[in-house]
């Protein structure tokens, strides 16, 4: 049987998860992750966290079609892992869906009878086979049954955090505490 996760994600740039080319990839880079527990036909869940803009909002949903190590996936696809080169070591795993739904920055909150799979912290939890259900019913509602797909730009880019970067602080005590871009 699989298990499916949820986890709070701490920004959304587009490289965790990364969808470019049409295949769906997560791979944070950590020891201890998602990426080395989720076997294939388990489902990831990535909500927002307070630096995504989007707090408790979906950001994704994938189903796990392979989990590789990185090694692999290099020579699978070279493109996609140029990206991850720099960052992870041979054993690092990495998760790969053509199964996926990637909303970014037109995330949406959770209806009442699933908001209680959110996750408040740092971490992941495993959201039982019904909840995924639940989910994937809604998840076919939002995008009109027109399938797998992105559906949104990533809400944290480069372009966007350089524009928060560069707007001018206003001064006050609060302005004054470093604040990291």
Not at 33 to 51: D, L, T, Y
Not at 68 to 79: A, D, H, S, V
Not at 107 to 132: M, R, S, T
Request: glycine fraction near 8%.
């Amino acid at each position: 049987m699989s298990t499916n996760y949820i986890y709070r994600m701490d920004h959304d740039t587009g490289f965790a998860p990364n969808t470019k080319y049409g295949i769906c990839t997560l791979c944070g880079c950590k020891e201890t992750s998602i990426e080395k527990w989720a076997k294939e036909g388990g489902w990831v869940i990535g909500i927002g966290g307070n630096n995504t803009g989007k707090p408790n909002k979906v950001i994704y949903v994938m189903e796990v079609e392979e989990n590789l190590p990185f090694c692999q996936f290099q020579n699978r696809f070279p493109g996609k892992s140029r990206y991850l080169q720099d960052r992870c070591k041979p054993e690092t795993r990495v998760l790969i869906s053509r199964k996926f739904y990637y909303f970014g920055e037109n995330a949406f909150y959770l209806p009442n009878n699933l908001k209680h799979i959110i996750i408040h912290y740092q971490g992941c939890k495993c959201v039982p086979e019904e909840d995924i259900v639940k989910l994937r019913k809604h998840v076919l509602s939002i995008t009109k049954r027109r399938g797998y797909g992105i559906y949104g730009s990533p809400n944290n880019s480069n372009r966007k955090m350089l524009k928060k970067c560069r707007q001018k602080p206003k001064l006050s005590p609060e302005s004054l505490t470093p604040k990291r871009c």
